[in-house]
Nanobody, 113 residues
């Protein structure tokens, strides 16, 4: 059984940084895409950043230049978030897909102004 567990969320002030981590357990195919999504209160879940098994990345326009996604294998995913803004406040979810579609339970990020 595959499980994704996020960590690293918290409460920070605007301009500060956080690093989110996602640890996967179980059998996940090495070619799976991985990504970070977020959902703010009252809003739809949106893609924040995506990374392929080959290391190609894609970012939402709202986080380009501030966030960086990385992975060290099929089982570890990271999101470095710099220059955080209040509008980055959301629950952040890790996802692994292609062979199967797996989601974590989410970690809360709150950015105060």
């Amino acid at each position: 059984q595959v499980q994704l567990v996020e960590s690293g969320g918290g409460l920070v002030q605007a301009g500060e940084s956080l690093r989110l981590s996602c640890a996967a357990s179980g059998s996940i195919h090495s070619v799976n895409n991985m990504g970070w999504y977020r959902q703010a209160p009252g809003k739809k879940r949106e893609l924040v950043a995506h990374i392929t098994s080959g290391g190609r990345t894609n970012y939402a326009d709202s986080v380009k230049g501030r966030f960086a996604i990385s992975r060290d294998n099929a089982n570890r995913l990271y999101l470095q978030m710099n220059s955080l803004k209040p509008e980055d406040t959301a629950v952040y979810y890790c996802r692994s897909w292609t062979f199967g579609d797996y989601w974590g339970q989410g970690t809360h990020v709150i950015v105060s102004s």
